[in-house]
């Protein structure tokens, strides 16, 4: 599937009728660049499942931030895939919904029925396909 989307507005109700497809056990990888959105997705599916109030900091210096059954990661940092287990990775792949910004590294250890989210550049918006 393939959308597109004008402004941050669009994304974030994008994300939020995404988020309601899903149900854990599920893994989401969220691919683009820096600035893409892909935290801007994650936090909208957090607080469409978690609640409006619910704060989401970026994990990019923590690396996973949990929710109650959802785990999001960002493996921006990582540089072993070996350290993936340290981190817990594969528990939220067996347990929660998982969010994972940058999975490159971690493409070894996603499950076959991994949501991959990839977000590009379109002009002022962002377009974004949706590929299982």
């Known amino acids: 599937m393939e959308y597109t989307l004008q402004n941050v507005d669009e994304m974030r109700a994008w994300a939020a009728d995404f988020a309601r497809s899903l149900r854990a056990p599920a893994t989401v990888a969220l691919h683009g660049d820096l600035g893409m959105g892909k ?3 994650a936090r909208a599916v957090i607080k469409t499942l978690r609640g ?3 704060v989401v900091p970026s994990p990019t210096f923590t690396i996973v931030q949990n929710y109650d059954g959802i785990s999001h990661f960002d493996l921006y940092r ?3 895939a070996d350290e993936l287990a ?3 990775l594969q528990h939220a792949i067996d347990n929660d919904i998982t969010l994972i910004e940058w999975p490159d590294i971690a493409a070894g250890m996603l499950p076959a029925g991994t949501v991959h989210v990839y977000i590009t550049p379109d002009g002022d918006g962002r377009r974004v396909v949706v590929k299982q």
């Open 52 to 54: 409006a109030d619910t």
């Open 78 to 80: 990582i540089e072993d």
């Open 86 to 88: 340290e981190i817990g």
């Open 39 to 41: 935290s801007e997705i």
